[in-house]
């Protein structure tokens, strides 16, 4: 499984950008897709995630309403939608798949559950 992350930049707070993940090597829809983050001299945190198929969804407090995690599994990519964007939103932004073959309602949260990282997009918000 190979993952790569684009869509990064710099945007001024109230602004919007569109993460990408592209995912290969393995069937898209047996993954689990997450979205975290890691700020400068903080430990990576959970932003979102979505489960297989049915779009079940969860999401960090933080971001609530301002973040969307949708996917398209017909091209292998899924996306964070990120609107209304604060400074404390700068960070390193990292996709990650986990494998969870049957549990088609599942979500995953914590980082330790995934097990395909791909490269990190920077994303920085001017105030």
């Known amino acids: 499984v190979q993952l790569q992350a684009s869509g990064g930049g710099l945007v001024q707070a109230g602004g919007s950008l569109s993460l990408s993940c592209a995912f290969s090597g393995r069937t898209f829809s047996d993954y689990v897709l997450g979205w975290f983050r890691q700020a400068p001299g903080k430990e990576r945190e959970f932003v979102a995630t979505?489960?297989?198929?049915?779009?079940?969804?969860a999401y960090a407090d933080s971001v609530k309403g301002r973040f969307t995690i949708p996917r398209d599994n017909a091209k292998n990519t899924g996306y964070l939608q990120m609107n209304s964007l604060k400074p404390e939103d700068t960070a390193v932004y990292y996709c990650?798949?986990?494998?969870?073959?049957?549990?088609?309602?599942?979500?995953?949260?914590?980082?330790?559950?995934?097990?395909?990282w791909g490269q990190g997009t920077q994303v920085t918000v001017s105030s």
């Open positions: 990650a798949v986990v494998k969870v073959p049957g549990a088609i309602l599942a979500v995953r949260r914590g980082s330790e559950e995934y097990g395909y």
């Open positions: 979505i489960g297989r198929q049915l779009g079940i969804t």
